[in-house]
């Protein structure tokens, strides 16, 4: 029997298991990492927060499962519903959601049988290094923009102590990575928030009313079927949030592609593309039989993976459990929202740069020729389209812009020929 890889590059690879300790921390890490945009999701469509803590943890547990603890993935709630659930939400109640998320979930499953059947060795020729690495740099950037007006506006207006906390926020951490060592030196993204909360609250942009309001222990608004509401067919919720699940799996497979880099592994060959759908999509099925918006494994998170190379999926399980304890305690739940949107774009400038330097890394690893025309345009297409924004929409149906620049740049690396005309000649 061949031994297991094991990536000795890292601090903990992915089946290392951590003390008590550093294992808490670096749970707790990931969890803040997570924490705002998991709870932003329910808080836009009207969806009890409480419940999404709990979804995205049972729902990356059933993924950790299904992958048989084989990917360090952490699964929050999915932006790309936001439309669809809202629109759904004014007409027919978060039931139609329900069926909706369920049937996303299906569509995963049947797309991961049918990978099954005819095997993932495709995926090398739709996705060479000349599109992924373009695509893993979109990942990384294409939410720069967000970041940035986060840290300068409140309430749509330019707002210094925001840009100061951002920036205070964004140094602390960076010399938390550079500096510290042993434990604190792994969970650098954790300090780095700490501190910006304080620093934040010094500077008085930290509401702390909700804090002292919370309850310590509150029972999320649970959505269960012939429990709170007895389900019925709702076409409308299958046709409107159906077709974005393909959208989704581009999202599931692009950081999948970050994840193959990071780790030295391939996981659409162990445990398998088939797998990896499979658990994405009953982790949606769980989130919609108790509630929660469908999910959908977090880029945030990965860039917490690569700047503190700590891999284990012990970590991102106890993170797991954590967000489930977390939406049954009112005040810590409150606490977390509290965090002020600067501090997050703080740690965002190194998080999603950190996903983009790793598709440059790729690039520059499998020496990509750009006095090719072909690579030249495919990685332009790929990098304009996905950061610049574009997306395609059609009703309460839209193609993300990192889903268009892929799309886009696979349909080129098909089309186009090695070598143009002018350089035959």
């Given amino acids: ?28 890490q990931h969890l803040f990492t997570m924490f705002g945009a998991t709870v932003l999701v329910p808080i836009l469509v009207g969806i ?60 995963y499953l049947i797309v991961s049988l049918v990978v099954k059947k005819i095997g993932s060795a495709w995926m090398d020729k739709i996705l060479p290094p000349i599109v ?39 140094g602390i951490t960076i010399f938390f990575n550079m500096f510290l060592k042993g434990f604190l030196g792994l969970i650098p ?47 409308s919720a299958i046709i409107t949030m159906a077709p974005i699940a393909f959208v989704t799996m581009t999202e599931h497979i692009g950081h999948l592609m970050v994840l193959n880099k990071l780790t030295k592994r391939n996981f659409f060959q162990d445990p398998g593309l088939n797998r990896t759908l499979l658990g994405d999509g009953l982790a949606q099925i769980v989130a919609g039989l108790v509630g929660g918006p469908p999910v ?18 012990f970590v991102i399980g106890g993170a797991a459990v954590l967000a489930v304890i977390l939406g049954f305690v009112g005040k810590l739940s409150a606490l977390i929202l509290s965090i002020p949107n600067p501090v997050i774009s703080g740690i965002s400038f190194i998080l999603f740069g950190v996903i983009a330097a790793s598709g440059l890394k790729i690039l520059i690893e499998n020496k990509i020729d750009f006095d090719k025309k072909k690579n030249l345009l495919i990685a332009s297409v790929i990098l304009v389209i996905g950061i610049g924004g574009l997306y395609v929409e059609a009703g309460t149906f839209t193609l993300s812009a990192m889903a268009l620049a892929t799309v886009l740049g696979i349909a080129l690396n098909l089309i186009l020929p090695e070598t143009s005309r002018s350089e035959k000649a």
């Fill in 1 to 28: 029997m061949a031994k297991e890889f094991h990536n000795d590059d890292v601090v903990l690879d992915i089946k290392d298991k951590p003390k008590a300790l550093p294992w808490l921390g670096l749970s707790i």
């Fill in 48 to 107: 009890d927060p409480g419940i999404a803590l709990v979804s995205s943890g049972l729902g990356t547990l059933v993924y950790l499962t299904v992958t048989k603890g084989k990917i360090p993935a952490y699964l929050g709630s999915s932006f790309a519903f936001i439309a669809a659930m809202k629109l759904l939400m004014s007409t027919d109640g978060y039931p139609a959601i329900a069926q909706g998320a369920i049937t996303t979930g299906l569509v």
């Fill in 132 to 170: 992924v690495g373009p695509v893993i740099m979109v990942i990384g950037l294409g939410l720069a923009a967000n970041a940035a007006n986060n840290a300068m506006f409140n309430d749509g207006q330019y707002d210094y102590k925001f840009l100061l906390v951002a920036l205070v926020t964004m």
């Fill in 189 to 235: 993204i954790l300090l780095g928030i700490i501190a910006g909360y304080l620093f934040a609250l010094l500077m008085g942009i930290v509401d702390t009313q909700p804090i002292i309001d919370a309850a310590w222990f509150a029972l999320p608004n649970f959505e269960i079927p012939f429990v709170n509401y007895e389900p019925k067919f709702y076409l």
């Fill in 296 to 313: 959908t494994s977090y880029g945030e998170n990965i860039g917490v993976l690569a700047i503190t190379r700590v891999h284990s999926v």
